[in-house]
């Protein structure tokens, strides 16, 4: 019980208190009557009198000093739309854009974001980003814009138009109060703008950021007042529907078949700040394909969400449990896929779901979520359903406090179902701290699980603390996963474990040179096993070393000293023939090093290789990414991967091979063509996608998709299929004027 102990007097020891961050001040919004016509001019009057900001920090290379190229930003509003008017200023005119397609990636783009914390609680924000070419994105961003609270799979309608001139552009921007939830009558919201401007190298943002800290990060905010209180959140109710034709050829199960699907989605606000999202018969075919890895770990990988579904208020569902994913009690990817009598990962229809989401008020956030998915009984799959109740509450400044309930459960007696796969029930409680500077983060959580006949000792908690400033950063991460513990909606790599974590770091800033900074950290890890009397399992020793340039290059090192007791026969490569022996303990190490360039040039590349142990033998990798692009309109990528296993005696050796050609084109801002194919011979498996995209009107796309898969000797056939998809965004109403 001792480490159980420790779980909850960290949680009660830990300090709430942060440091006082920089404040630039308020940026003052005007109401308006007049016209705005969207068309990277402004033009109007209105304009000329509007309050600006424009005294940008630096972000990269340094922190401390202003921007050197002027970025101005103005906001005006109405009844209808925020509008945000830009000036910025470049050395030279020969823009970084990586292509025309909405959604671009901002660490590799010139553009302008602007951000908005509309209920002001530093956790959540939404982005809105242009760049020279008029190419947009918008971004939902969470857990007060962490990494992996930064989602760029969030659509909103909205327009944007830009004229570039010798020397600088202009950008207007008109963003539909209606996309956005606010509390009635706001008279402020917390706001930031930054900009990444590749002709100086230079990152940049009106409120100040520190390097160590994410740009993104809503720590680092000021202020938006509007001239006079807005009026509600009004989100217009949406339809979405679509009829998609497939014909698909499986040649395995040799059947071929042409298919019409017909369904759809609907959004409806409730209120100021939640949305009720509604499917129906949902298709997820025009989804980008998820990259493949190669996989060499005892361990399941974790792929981030892409339906769009599943996207609006996600981390109000998917970010219970540990931030390091070692045991997530909900993980929506699992919604919709199934195994099959061969353990093999299939689809699984969902017949219709509904979520509930977002803001009660300034404070309180709620989270509801049905999905029924249809049975597979050919393939032994059952018919659930699958519900998740999340509550938050936001304590202190920018820390908060939530409680949930998941319930997967089968509402019918099969066969071929075990009585302990009858449902699955998991409840618990989390804290999670962001001190209002940001300097110091962590997560706190307990959570038991429910199967039939079986309601004790399935326990998982978690008490983690870290704390970042510009020079040093210390960690601190206490993990405990029982051997029942399960959650069927979750992702849980690893049960029966108790873990320790440390992590240590001191980062130095050369005063010139082609260096921007050093970076050491010390990363220590250690599992035990409870059922084996705390034997321990996994060691981890791992210095690091980051070099990074001025010019955006980088260069990582590290030495990885492992030991790994394995319970059980292991057999990494899949070969046929015998496993490393189990019930044994391994030491090995290896290095690591990685480089990649510049990103904002035309041609890129990176250069990886780990060369070092493999349990009882030795493992080399080599790896290689190459891109091209002719700006803006095409970009070809090519990654390739190769790992060398050798292994003792008669434990089957391995060669694996993954390559990863990319090409896409985009011939226009609604017209883009993208190829992948995908090769990886520990999968024995040859893909090839193919998508067509048309957006003919805001958020309403045609697709045309073709899959094909091969096996690799031979070129024999696997599955092939083709998608014609058309959906439409029906909502009343206009953007802009």
Known sequence: MRYRVLLWLGWIALPLMGLAQHDPGTLRARYISADIVVDGIMAEAAWQTADSISDFWQYFPTDSVRARNRTSVRILYDDQN????????????EYVATSLRRDFSGAS???????????????????????????????????????????????????????????????????????????????????QAYRFDYQNQEQSAWARVPQNQLLSSIAFMGTLAFEKPLGKSRT???????????????????????????????????????????????????????????????????LPERRQFFIDNSDLFGSFGSIYNDASPFFSRRIGLARDTAGNLIQNRIIAGARLSGKLDENWRLGVLNIQTGEDLPNEIAGNNNLMLALQRKVSARSSIGAFFINRQTFQDYDF?????????????????ASRDNRWTG???????????????????????????RFWYFSADLVHVDQDFRSDLGFIPRRDIVKYGMGAGRTFYPKGGIVNKHVFRLISLTFWRPSLDFQRTDQLWRPEYTLEFRNQSKLELQYQDQYIFLTNDFNPTGKAGPPIPGNTGYDFNRLEATYTSNVTRPFTYGLRTTLGQ????????????????????????????????????????????????????????????????????????????????????????????????????????KFRSINLKLSYWLTPGGIGR
């Open 82 to 93: 925020l509008y945000v008017g830009i000036y910025a200023e470049s050395a030279e005119s």
């Open 614 to 717: 493999f349990f009882n033998g030795s493992a080399y990798s080599y790896g290689l990414t190459l891109g091209y692009r002719l700006q803006p309109f095409a970009s070809f990528s090519l990654e390739a991967q190769y790992d060398r296993i050798r292994l003792p005696g008669d434990i089957p050796d391995a060669d694996f091979w993954l390559i990863t050609p990319r090409l896409e084109i985009t011939f226009s801002r609604s017209i883009f063509w993208t190829t992948t194919l995908q090769y990886s011979n520990q999968r024995d498996n040859l893909g090839i996608n193919s998508r067509l995209q048309w957006r003919f009107a805001p958020l309403s796309d045609l697709f045309l998709v073709y899959n094909d898969n091969y096996f690799p000797n031979g070129w024999g056939p």
């Open 443 to 469: 997560k706190f959580y307990a959570h038991q699980s429910l199967q039939p006949d079986d309601q004790q000792g399935n326990l998982s908690a978690q008490a983690t603390v870290a704390y970042n400033d």
């Open 417 to 433: 179902l075990a009585p302990e796969d009858a449902y699955n029930r998991v409840y618990g409680i989390d804290y999670t701290l």
């Open 236 to 302: 217009p109710f949406a339809l979405i529907p679509y009829v998609n034709v497939l014909a698909r050829d499986n040649a395995l199960a040799d059947v071929s078949d042409v298919s019409f699907k017909a369904g759809g989605d609907a959004k409806v606000a409730i209120g100021n700040g939640m949305n009720l999202d509604v499917t129906i018969n949902p298709d997820f075919s025009n989804a980008e394909v998820d990259a493949i890895f190669t996989n060499l770990t005892r361990f399941e990988l974790f």
């Open 109 to 191: 783009n010139d553009n302008v974001s602007v951000l908005f914390d509309t209920f002001r609680d530093g956790a959540n924000a939404f982005l809105f980003g242009i760049t020279p070419y008029g190419v947009q994105r918008e971004v939902l961003i969470s857990e007060g814009g962490t990494q992996r609270g930064f989602n760029p799979a969030w659509d909103m309608k909205w327009r944007g138009e830009v004229t570039r001139h010798e020397g600088y552009f202009v950008a207007e921007m008109a963003i539909p109060l209606t996309s956005m939830k606010f509390p009635e009558g706001a008279e402020a919201w917390r706001f």
